[in-house]
């Protein structure tokens, strides 16, 4: 990666870090059903997912959408949040908000 891209890199998520937020599963339920909901498993950083993605990173999601480890939200998925109005970190990248389940502390 070259300096001017890790450059970028770095300021997208310092600033990305800064718009993360705890959000409810109802509070996004539009966004599912626009279908402009992205999963990020627990264990790959969010901010860091987000980063790439505002910088179109696709060979860094290439390997992490293969293994099931960021995706669009599934049916079942947002059906299993809903019941239980699932606690989410959430960041916006523009259309997209990408989403990771809170873990237990």
Do not use: C, Y
């Not at 891209?5 to 997208?12: H, I, N, S, V, Y």
């Not at 290439?62 to 959430?90: I, T, Y």
């Amino acid at each position: 990666m070259s300096d001017d891209l890790q450059a970028l890199l770095e300021q997208d998520k310092a600033h990305l870090n800064g718009e993360t937020a705890r959000i409810h599963w109802h509070e996004l339920e539009r966004f599912f059903a626009a279908g402009k909901l992205i999963h990020v498993a627990p264990g790959v950083d969010l901010v860091e997912a987000a980063a790439r993605m505002a910088q179109d990173d696709v060979a860094w999601f290439a390997p992490l959408k293969e293994s099931g480890q960021v995706g669009f939200v599934r049916d079942e998925q947002a059906r299993a949040w809903q019941a239980v109005d699932q606690p989410l970190w959430a960041v916006v990248v523009r259309p997209w908000v990408l989403v990771q389940p809170e873990q237990n502390a």
